[in-house]
């Protein structure tokens, strides 16, 4: 599966931005999809994931209550809302996806990082302070 992220900026501390990752080559269906950032000099961190068929989602402490994944598998489509952002959520962001299995879900894998083997090119968000 080919993922395409959109939607970064440059937007003031508090402000909004709404991220899309669309997917070409086949569906979402039966994919965990998760959004990665990475900030300058800083390691690669899952930040929010959602599992295939919408029923469990993950979110990371540093972005829990402000950001929102969602994804709309009718589209092939899925989304990043980030409300009140801060300096410190500047960084490149990755669209990810990964299959879900029975065991991945009995087993609530939703939030390892490394089960993501497809990825978006990222797209830079920056917030001004």
């Known amino acids: 599966v080919q993922l395409q992220a959109s939607g970064g900026g440059l937007v003031q501390a508090g402000g909004s931005l709404r991220l899309s990752c669309a997917a070409s080559?086949?569906?979402?269906?039966?994919?965990?999809l998760g959004w990665f950032r990475q900030a300058p000099g800083k390691e690669r961190e899952l930040i929010c994931a959602i599992s295939w068929r919408g029923s469990r989602s993950y979110y990371a402490d540093s972005v829990k209550g402000r950001f929102t994944i969602s994804r709309d598998n009718a589209k092939n489509t899925y989304y990043l809302q980030m409300n009140s952002l801060k300096p410190e959520d500047t960084a490149v962001y990755y669209c990810a996806a990964t299959p879900e299995s029975a065991s991945d879900y009995l087993s609530n894998r939703l939030p390892n990082p490394t089960r993501y083997v497809y990825w978006g090119q990222g797209t830079q968000v920056t917030v001004s302070s």
């Open positions: 080559g086949r569906t979402f269906s039966g994919y965990d």
